[in-house]
């Protein structure tokens, strides 16, 4: 079983943040990603929203970190765990601009970069951009392929019907050759782009039995991901038979990653809840390096 969990700290949603990430810093998150790599976890997670209105914040949260410059400090601190945006809303940015910055990072960390890619659904904070709400499922369609040109090439060369570049140097650029593209979504049409464009699909807000249904009607790839959180914070301490349960049912319903949000009351808590996760999922955990006296 692959397992990848939620950032906390970096996010605050309601009814999954917990009271110690308020007042947690740097060191706490770095502690946590230091633990979700050495025991195996599959991904780190940051999500991107700009500016979230002040009655939007009630429901959203209002605290998102940078992905961008969170993921960059993250990798610093890490070695294997893989980077993951989750999401990026496309409408935000010029396929360009995001293959060169995250480009750099997937350079930086290694090869360990995860673009997850959205069309967005905040219309409040499209206008604030000045980005094209109502026509951001048009504007996905062609960034999407035209990501895909521009990532891991230094000469890219694209030519749609929004987007269109040839004759430049994009340095550096992302060191694998084929960096893995998540869509999210819960409709169909997510489903096609992941499919058609991407490598794996973040279905979200969709019933278990409906998911199982759309992905059985649905022909995907051997190594596509599916990667589906598993409901409410789960306590693998306290809970760990719910917890297993939690696993397995997300695994049936047809994820081949599983993401988490963990329950915990402080960081040092937060890292044993990990360390018995990993336990009950079976990860394989990283040997530590011993360094020379």
Request: charged share 20%; hydrophobic share 45%.
């Amino acid at each position: 079983m692959r397992v990848g969990i939620t950032t906390p700290v970096v996010t605050a949603l309601p009814g999954f943040f917990s009271p110690w990430e308020r007042a947690a810093g740097v060191a706490d998150l770095v502690a946590v990603a230091r633990a979700a790599d050495e025991l195996g976890f599959d991904h780190l997670t940051c999500s991107e929203h700009v500016a979230v209105p002040v009655a939007v914040a009630a429901e959203r949260g209002g605290t998102y970190w940078d992905p961008l410059a969170t993921l960059s400090h993250l990798a610093a601190h890490t070695t294997r765990i893989r980077l993951a945006t989750q999401v990026l809303v496309l409408g935000y940015h010029h396929p360009l601009a995001i293959a060169k910055r995250y480009g750099t990072l997937d350079l930086l960390s290694g090869g360990r970069l995860v673009l997850g890619l959205g069309v967005g659904s905040l219309e409040e904070e499209f206008d604030l951009l000045e980005a094209a709400y109502d026509e951001r499922g048009a504007v996905a369609d062609d960034a999407l392929p035209a990501l895909r040109a521009a990532l891991g090439s230094a000469r890219p060369t694209y030519a749609g019907a929004r987007f269109a570049f040839d004759d430049v140097v994009v340095e550096p650029h992302a060191v694998q050759p084929r960096v893995p593209l998540w869509i999210g979504g819960h409709t169909a049409r997510s489903l096609r782009r992941a499919r058609e464009h991407g490598d794996g699909w973040v279905p979200f807000g969709l019933p278990h039995d409906r998911l199982r249904t759309m992905l059985d009607g649905t022909d995907l790839p051997d190594d596509f991901e599916v990667v589906l959180g598993a409901g409410r914070p789960v306590d693998p301490l306290g809970e760990p038979d719910r917890t297993r349960r939690a696993l397995d049912r997300t695994v049936a319903a047809g994820a081949t990653v599983v993401n988490v949000h963990v329950a915990a009351t402080s960081a040092t808590h937060y890292t044993d809840q990990l360390a018995a996760l990993a336990d009950l999922a079976g990860l394989a955990t990283t040997p530590t390096v011993q360094e020379d006296a």
